[in-house]
């Protein structure tokens, strides 16, 4: 069981962590400084939430742009949690959090997810979400991204 909040430049170094050791940052986030750069952005947007553990360590975070999806939906643009806290179910608890108090109100939420990560998109099947597209080289040329959307709605 983690705490949830709105994540703060404190964490920035956890934050960048969990990113570049990760299939996605290894794939987007390879360039020295871009992770830090990209994430501080989302601090600066008030957009990242932090899951910090009981010792108040940083274990993993989300990444929301409430209107990132046609301008009406929220977005869930990253999540990452740091290697050794991986396979505890932390990803389903941000995902959880995401869906329940980041969405709260929304009819519908979005993500996308590449080809090279099935693992991620197989959990995202799981817990409702359906593909509804796929966008070739939306991030880089030889990635295809699967444009994902849970229907909140029916949850409530």
């Given at each position: 069981?983690?705490?949830?909040?709105?994540?703060?430049?404190?964490?920035?170094?956890?934050?960048v962590?969990?990113?570049?050791?990760?299939?996605?940052?290894?794939?987007?986030?390879?360039?020295?400084?871009?992770?830090?750069?990209?994430?501080?952005?989302?601090?600066?947007?008030?957009?990242?939430w932090?899951?910090?553990n009981?010792?108040?360590e940083?274990?993993?975070?989300?990444?929301?742009?409430?209107?990132?999806a046609?301008h009406s939906?929220?977005?869930?643009?990253?999540?990452?949690?740091?290697?050794?806290?991986?396979?505890?179910?932390?990803g389903k608890?941000?995902?959880?959090?995401?869906e329940?108090v980041?969405c709260?109100?929304?009819?519908?939420?979005?993500l996308?997810?590449?080809?090279?990560?099935?693992?991620?998109?197989?959990?995202?099947?799981?817990?409702?979400?359906?593909?509804v597209?796929?966008?070739?080289?939306?991030?880089?040329s030889?990635?295809?991204?699967?444009?994902?959307?849970?229907?909140?709605?029916?949850?409530?």
């Open positions: 069981m983690v705490k949830i909040e709105r994540g703060s430049n404190n964490y920035i170094d956890e934050c962590e969990a990113l570049v050791n990760s299939e996605l940052g290894r794939i987007y986030f390879s360039q020295p400084g871009k992770a830090e750069k990209a994430i501080n952005k989302g601090f600066q947007k008030e957009e990242v932090v899951a910090l009981d010792k108040q940083c274990v993993g975070f989300l990444w929301c742009q409430m209107n990132g046609f939906f929220p977005y869930l643009h990253i999540i990452a949690i740091r290697s050794q806290y991986r396979n505890n179910g932390l608890e941000l995902m959880n959090y995401f329940k980041i709260e109100g929304y009819s519908k939420c979005f996308v997810v590449a080809d090279f990560n099935p693992k991620a998109k197989k959990l995202y099947e799981e817990i409702g979400y359906k593909e597209g796929k966008i070739d080289g939306l991030y880089k030889d990635v295809t991204e699967f444009l994902m959307m849970k229907n909140l709605a029916s949850q409530n």
